[in-house]
């Protein structure tokens, strides 16, 4: 089955950039979407199709997929940014639907 | 508004069964593939299955850990989703989310709590 892969957790500083990588095998061909979860509440999508921002969210948020690595960046962190963030990949090959395991971003 | 509601999670014994529900407003439901994804506490999503529209065959899929347990079904009539869940262990228990993809993006709803224990 399809496979991707996060880091477990980064710490970022207050006004900086937070990079959050998702790898897979040839993950530039698929559609990747990435979703913030804050503790005890529903998962909130901040981009999807790779790059595309629902309504609503701050434009701090953008993304980009090619080769094997999909990223979201995250510009001028604030301390309300502090959540789960997962990405899911879209693969017929096997399960449908493939969640990466989640890196945790910390604010400092 | 664009919403999925879920509803119908419980706290039920080993071997029990259960049937979530998940009520769509706000685009036309007949149209979109619905899915199903829990999260178990502490852990990542994992994806359960979904339904393709009836226009698409209205087929399902259902992933590994839950085949031939779960049944994934819709009522376009009634905008709703259903989740029958047979045989739960306790490693069923988590949030049960339905999602769906729209021109917008992906919508999830705030997901209902099964806790399966004796």
């Known amino acids: 089955s399809y496979v991707v892969s996060q880091p477990p957790s980064m710490s970022v500083a207050p006004g900086r950039t937070a990079t959050i990588t998702c790898g897979g095998n040839?993950?530039?061909?698929?559609?990747v979407h990435w979703f913030q979860q804050k503790s005890g509440q529903a998962p909130v999508v901040v981009i999807y199709d790779d790059s595309d921002r629902p309504s609503g969210i701050s434009e701090r948020f953008s993304g980009s997929n090619s080769d094997n690595t999909a990223t979201l960046t995250i510009s001028r962190v604030e301390a309300g940014d502090e959540a789960d963030y997962y990405c899911q990949v879209w693969d017929t090959s096997s399960d449908p639907w493939v969640f990466g395991g989640g890196t945790k971003l910390t604010v400092l | 508004e664009v919403q999925l509601v879920e509803s119908g999670g419980d706290f039920i014994k080993p071997g029990g069964s259960l049937r979530l529900s998940c009520v769509a407003a706000g685009f036309p439901f007949s149209n979109v593939y619905l899915t199903w994804v829990r999260q178990a506490p502490g852990k990542g999503p994992e994806w359960l299955g979904l339904i393709k529209s009836k226009i698409d065959g209205g087929t399902t899929e259902h992933a590994a850990p839950v085949k031939g347990r779960f049944v994934i079904s819709r009522d376009d009539s009634k905008n709703t989703l259903y989740l029958q869940m047979n045989g739960l262990k306790t490693e069923d228990s988590g949030i049960y989310y339905c999602?769906?993809?729209?021109?917008?993006?992906?919508?999830w709803g705030r997901g209902t709590q099964v806790t399966v224990s004796s």
């Open positions: 040839n993950l530039g061909s698929k559609s």
């Open positions: 999602t769906t993809y729209l021109v917008g993006g992906p919508i």
